[in-house]
């Protein structure tokens, strides 16, 4: 199964799949003790950055519908 990743509305991004890896900006890999699942903080007001405390609740908001991207530039 390919790793996913949900936007969710008026939350985090899920993160979910067998392997996956998720790392800071200097390339350090957060150890997620083999979780198959994680929620990234979206809002900025996690206490856990980057995961998702759940403390967006009430103070983000965001309908994520999917659209397409305009075409790649070449």
Do not use: W
């Not at 198959?36 to 103070?59: A, E, Y």
């Amino acid at each position: 199964m390919p790793t996913k990743l949900t936007v969710n509305n008026n939350g985090s991004l899920r993160v979910e799949g067998e392997d996956f890896i998720i790392v800071d900006a200097q390339g350090n890999e957060y150890g997620l003790q083999g979780r198959t699942l994680v929620s990234i903080c979206r809002c900025g007001l996690s206490q856990n950055k980057p995961f998702c405390d759940g403390s967006h609740k009430g103070h983000f908001e965001h309908n994520a519908v999917a659209f397409d991207l305009p075409p790649k530039k070449v």
